[in-house]
Nanobody, 123 residues
Framework: QVQLVESGGGLVQAGGSLRLSCAAS????????MAWFRQAPGKVREFVAA????????RYVDSVKGRFTISRDNAKNTVYLQMSSLKPEDTAVYYC????????????????WGQGTQVTVSP
């Protein structure tokens, strides 16, 4: 099992950038596919981006393609989400998640979750 702690959230103006980090502890991080999800108030948790255990493949929801980049550093047990050209509709709590199963885009596919970090984008 992997314990996950997100950081890097905050308040930013539209058009700005943030980098989220997810620090992992546990022996299985380097074998885990990792993902970022987000949840806005009153909405279901939404897939944002995912990366395979070795970083060879990534996936993104269409609304963030070209603006967000997911990456990982297995030596540091950390996965990142670089967010640029932020929009007010990106406002949400962002969650890091991990799985030993193949990379998928649904929350049920992930068994390790962080507590989340708030991202707020002002107009």
């Amino acid at each position: 099992q992997v314990q996950l702690v997100e950081s890097g959230g905050g308040l930013v103006q539209a058009g700005g950038s943030l980098r989220l980090s997810c620090a992992a502890s546990g022996r299985t991080f380097s074998n885990s596919a990792m993902a970022w999800f987000r949840q806005a108030p009153g909405k279901v948790r939404e897939f944002v981006a995912a990366i395979t255990w070795n970083g060879a493949s990534t996936r993104y929801v269409d609304s963030v393609k070209g603006r967000f980049t997911i990456s990982r550093d297995n030596a540091k047990n950390t996965v990142y989400l670089q967010m640029s050209s932020l929009k007010p509709e990106d406002t949400a709590v962002y969650y890091c998640a991990g799985t030993l199963s193949p990379m998928v885009t649904v929350p049920l596919g992930y068994h390790d979750w962080g507590q989340g970090t708030q991202v707020t984008v002002s107009p």
